[in-house]
């Protein structure tokens, strides 16, 4: 997000920041309650979980350095409608609510880049809510791991099949199930909670359409594919 904006718009921003180590399974805040801050990920991802009373939580968005985490205060709420919970721990830019929204009206590029930055996590949302009700465990793990891989600094990730099963909202077996299949295939790598993706395109093959949704409307809002090497290089 941040390395998009023109160079002064830029600097002008991460000089209202300061940086942050977010480590993994933190809460950066809970549904209902007010957000202190924003965090724009560096090298980290952010899992955006909805909560139904007597259900475990359910991630229903995946929030890297293409994005931000708090777009609801762009639109001036005061809740948090989601909890946002680290998911593969790193740095982020943090910076507080009040000098946020002054930085929106201030730069008219950060403006533009956040709109289309929300119509992204709006499809988004809504494609994981028809993938959890239609698709299997199987081509949703593939989808997961390739969302994980996008956001991340390398191929490897570090994903327990407790972790998995919580996000995607199923059984623990059934991620073990799925993830063994990938891994018969030759497509992933597993071993004591570490997980490399060894063949990408196969892995593509094998997740379900909502990836590819994903992706294409993420390269028709900004012009250019969602990949690492896309969200990579210096904010500074």
């Known amino acids: 997000m941040i390395e998009r904006l023109p160079h002064r718009d830029r600097r002008h921003l991460i000089a209202q920041c300061e940086e942050v ?7 950066l805040w809970d549904a209902g309650s007010p957000a202190l801050h924003v ?14 009373p007597g259900h475990p939580a359910l991630e ?11 777009a609801h205060v762009m639109l001036g709420a005061v ?3 989601w909890q946002a919970k680290v998911l593969g ?9 009040r000098a946020f929204r002054e930085e929106i009206v201030r730069s008219a590029a ?25 698709h299997t465990i199987g081509p949703r793990l593939a989808r997961w791991l390739l969302m994980c891989q996008d956001r991340a600094p390398s191929a490897q990730l570090a994903a327990t099949h407790e972790w998995a099963a919580a996000m995607l909202g199923v059984r623990r077996v059934g991620i073990t199930a799925a993830a063994g299949s990938l891994q018969r295939q030759g497509l992933i790598t597993y071993h004591r909670g570490d997980l490399t993706i060894l063949d990408r395109a196969g892995l593509e093959a094998a997740a379900c359409s ?3 949704t994903d992706r294409k409307d993420y390269s028709a809002s900004f012009g250019e594919p969602l990949s690492r090497e896309s969200v990579a290089g210096s904010v500074r």
């Open 79 to 81: 809740s948090a409608p």
């Open 21 to 27: 180590f977010l480590s993994r399974a933190t809460s």
């Open 210 to 212: 909502c990836y590819a």
């Open 110 to 134: 950060l403006d533009i880049g956040l709109r289309r930055y929300l119509h992204v996590l709006m499809t988004q949302l809504s494609t994981s809510a028809s993938c959890a009700r239609f």
């Open 39 to 52: 965090h724009f990920p560096v090298d980290c991802n952010i899992a955006l979980l909805a909560h139904v």
């Open 89 to 97: 721990e790193g740095m982020a830019w943090r910076i507080g609510v």
């Open 60 to 70: 229903i968005a995946m929030v890297g350095r293409e994005g931000l985490v708090g």
